[in-house]
């Protein structure tokens, strides 16, 4: 009996271990290469535990930021590149860690979305309309998720904002799913924050779009799911809007 309580607390802390440490913050910007400064223009949240709950308002943007919230908007041409920089936690990269930007050992898509919003600073964020503009999932030759690439590029996931889409103020929501304990729901972690972004010189298009919550569903395939052995993975949400 003394061997399976061992056993059984064993197995609870290195599942406690595998929930903390996969832990990351999208806390910065850089367009066209030029990095605009932790914080500047993002809803940083304070802590950097999980989302879990598909059905909260905490998945839109996270919760219980960094005060002040930044005020600033960051305007990005249409068709820029932009990178969006993950760290293990709010304060960003704070020196050595071997889980920064994320936990190595964690395995999971990262995905970016785009929702167009009167005011980039409004406090104010249910209701949005979001169109999903990238994402980097599961590459079967390689065996590589999108979090392995998070990690080999130290934390930066670049992307294209489409230059189609209308000029205005936006919020850019970066994403990280970790998926090691997803085999049940709740059991994804959602780890995501807002940039508060106004897209210039912009198209005419109007991409279809999804709320949150309600994009992502506790039984999809891409939130419960089997990461050992997998052979093909779709990450939730819609498909990636193109120009």
Not at 61 to 77: M, R
Not at 94 to 116: E, I, M, S
Request: proline share 7%; hydrophobic share 35%; net charge neutral.
């Amino acid at each position: 009996m003394r061997i399976k309580a061992s056993l059984a607390s064993l197995s609870a802390l290195v599942l406690l271990a595998s929930s903390v440490s996969s832990r990351t913050v999208f806390s910065a910007l850089s367009v066209n290469g030029v990095d605009q400064g932790h914080g500047v223009g993002i809803r940083v949240p304070t802590s950097n535990a999980a989302i879990t709950d598909v059905s909260s308002n905490n998945l839109i943007c996270n919760t219980n930021f960094i005060q002040p919230v930044s005020t600033a908007v960051i305007k990005v041409p249409a068709g820029s590149t932009v990178t969006a920089q993950f760290h293990h936690t709010s304060a960003g990269y704070v020196g050595p860690d071997p889980a920064d930007p994320l936990d190595p050992t964690n395995k999971g898509p990262a995905l970016a979305y785009l929702a167009a919003i009167p005011s980039a600073t409004q406090s104010t964020v249910t209701g949005l309309k979001w169109f999903k503009i990238w994402q980097d999932g599961y590459d079967a030759e390689t065996y590589q998720w999108g979090s392995d690439h998070v990690f080999i590029n130290k934390g930066n996931v670049s992307f294209t904002i489409p230059s189609c889409i209308r000029s205005g103020q936006y919020l850019l929501r970066a994403e990280s799913i970790a998926l090691q304990n997803a085999y049940t729901y709740p059991g994804a972690q959602f780890y995501m924050s807002c940039a508060q972004i106004e897209v210039t010189n912009g198209g005419t298009a109007s991409p279809p779009t999804v709320s949150f919550p309600g994009a992502y569903a506790s039984n999809d395939p891409g939130i419960i799911t089997e990461i050992y052995n997998v052979e093909s993975y779709t990450p939730p949400g819609p498909a990636v809007f193109k120009c």
